[in-house]
């Protein structure tokens, strides 16, 4: 079992930055990859970047310049630096771990960016 608590959401003017964290139990967080995703309302869950246990990172076309993943394997947390936000990055976030064959989800954290 592994239990994921997303922080550091809220509300920022267009422009402006916000770093998400996801703090992961277990011992083996250094060989999982780790996933955020966002919802907007209305919408459908979108994959917004992945770290996988070798640093390699990927991210969403509609991010790319703007957000950074990272990892801090050592605290056995997850990271989305997210910059030069606008009113459409507003969602709620989630960290997600897919692990022999078992998505965990975290309860998300509400990124609201005004215009």
């Known amino acids: 079992q592994v239990q994921l608590v997303e922080s550091g959401g809220g509300l920022v003017q267009y422009g402006g930055s916000l770093r998400l964290s996801c703090a992961a139990s277990?011992?083996?967080?250094?060989?999982?990859?780790m996933n955020w995703y966002r919802r907007a309302p209305g919408k459908q869950r979108e994959l917004v970047a992945t770290?996988?246990?070798?640093?390699?990172?990927n991210y969403a076309d509609s991010v790319k310049g703007r957000f950074t993943i990272s990892r801090d394997n050592a605290k056995n947390t997850v990271y989305l630096e997210m910059n030069t936000l606008k009113p459409e990055d507003t969602a709620v976030y989630y960290c997600?771990?897919?692990?022999?064959?078992?998505?965990?989800w975290g309860q998300g954290t509400q990124v609201t960016v005004s215009s």
């Open positions: 997600n771990a897919f692990i022999t064959g078992v998505n965990y």
């Open positions: 277990g011992s083996s967080f250094s060989i999982y990859t």
């Open positions: 770290i996988t246990q070798n640093g390699y990172k």
